[in-house]
C-alpha cells in the first residue's frame, strides 16, 4: 500500500510536495552508491563526493602538483603560477523533471507527471537536509524552467511551486525535444554536480547519449525511469481513454499486444545499453507501486518491508 505522503490522482498538489520532507531521511543521496547492470554483471561504487571551487592564482611552490599550472598567467608575468582549489561546503545537486505531454499518462493511482514530481520534491527534501545546495530543470515539450542551485528551504519551495504550475503541453517531437534538455543539461552542469533526470526518457536517442557524454564523466548523472503498467503489459480488450477533456476508445487485439510488449523491452533494453555507455545508473519506477520502496534498491540503499525499519 502506498504511503500517505504520496500523491494520487492526476493534479501535482504543492502540499503533498512539501509534506514529502517527512521521508527525507529514508532516501540518504549521500549514501546512495552507483549501481549499473550490464552482460558483465553488477557494478557498484560509492558515488563522488562534493565538488571543487576555484579559489585562487599563486606563485609556484617546490612540490606543488604542475597539473594545476595556470599557463595563461605564467606566460603573462613570466612567473610560474598555479591554480589553487577548495572543497565546497554544498554539493550542487541538479533535478532534471520531464513533465511533457507523454508524461501526462496514467492507468493506476498517479499519473507519471505526478510520481515524477514527487520523486523530485523528495529528492530536494533530502538533499537540503544534507546540507546541498539545489537547483532544478523543469521542462514540457514548449518550456522549461531553469533554478540554478541555492541553500535552504525558500529555493526548494520556489522549486515545488514550478512543478505544480508548469501548464500541461501539447506532443511535440519527443526526440528534438529530449535533445535539448539533454544539450541544456551540458551547458550548465557544473563538475561535480549531482544531477538526477526523472522521465520517461521518450525520444532518448544516440544523439542524446552524445550529449549526455561529457556530462556524465565530470557529474554524477542518475537516471530514474518513469512508467506506467499499461506501457509496459499493454491488456487486450476494449479501453476508455481521456486527456480530461475529450474522449477516445482503444481496441487492443493479443496480436497488437505481443507487438507492443515486443517493442517495450527492446526499447528499455536499448535504453539500458545507453545508461550501461555513460556509466549512468538507471532506476525503474512503476507508478502503481510506492516510490520509496523502488527508490532505495535502485540506490543500493537496504529496503525493508515497513517505514520504521529504514535507515
Not at 576555484?54 to 603560477?81: K, L, N, P
Not at 541553500?151 to 503541453?169: D, F, I, V
Not at 529530449?178 to 544531477?195: D, E, F, K, W, Y
Not at 532518448?204 to 503498467?229: G, K, M, N, Q, Y
Request: one cysteine or more; proline letters at 5%.
Amino acid at each position: 500500500m502506498p504511503y500517505q505522503e504520496f500523491s494520487t490522482g492526476t493534479q501535482i498538489d504543492p502540499a503533498r510536495l512539501a509534506g514529502l520532507s517527512a521521508l527525507a531521511r529514508l532516501l540518504p543521496l549521500h549514501k546512495q552508491k552507483k549501481i549499473l547492470n550490464d552482460q558483465a554483471g553488477v557494478y557498484s561504487s560509492a558515488l563522488r563526493g562534493r565538488g571543487i571551487d576555484f579559489a585562487e592564482v599563486r606563485e609556484y611552490q617546490a612540490g606543488d602538483d604542475i597539473r594545476a599550472m595556470d599557463w595563461r598567467v605564467t606566460a603573462r608575468t613570466s612567473q610560474a603560477h598555479i591554480k589553487v582549489f577548495r572543497e565546497e561546503r554544498e554539493r550542487p545537486v541538479l533535478l532534471v523533471c520531464d513533465l511533457r505531454a507523454s508524461m501526462n499518462f496514467g492507468t493506476r493511482r498517479a499519473l507519471k507527471r505526478v510520481v515524477a514530481a514527487d520523486i523530485a520534491a523528495l529528492f530536494g527534501w533530502s538533499a537540503i537536509a544534507n546540507g546541498d545546495r539545489v537547483g532544478s530543470l523543469i521542462f514540457n515539450d514548449d518550456e522549461e524552467h531553469d533554478l540554478r542551485p541555492h541553500t535552504g528551504r525558500k529555493a526548494l519551495m520556489t522549486l515545488l511551486h514550478q512543478l505544480s504550475n508548469m501548464p500541461l503541453s501539447a506532443p511535440a517531437d519527443s526526440a528534438g525535444r529530449m535533445l535539448q534538455i539533454c544539450r541544456h543539461i551540458a551547458r550548465v552542469a557544473r563538475p561535480g554536480t549531482a544531477i538526477y533526470l526523472i522521465s520517461d526518457w521518450h525520444g532518448f536517442d544516440e544523439e542524446c547519449e552524445r550529449a549526455l557524454f561529457p556530462v556524465s564523466r565530470h557529474c554524477d548523472l542518475t537516471a530514474v525511469h518513469i512508467s506506467d503498467p499499461f506501457e509496459s503489459q499493454l491488456p487486450t480488450g476494449d479501453f476508455a481513454l481521456t486527456d480530461g477533456q475529450r474522449r477516445s476508445a482503444l481496441h487492443i487485439t493479443p496480436k497488437a499486444r505481443e507487438q507492443h510488449i515486443a517493442q517495450w523491452q527492446n526499447t528499455l533494453s536499448e535504453l539500458q545499453h545507453r545508461m550501461n555507455r555513460l556509466r549512468i545508473p538507471l532506476t525503474l519506477i512503476s507508478t502503481h507501486a510506492d516510490p520509496l520502496d523502488q527508490l532505495r534498491p535502485g540506490f543500493g540503499l537496504t529496503s525493508s518491508g515497513h517505514r520504521g525499519g529504514r535507515s
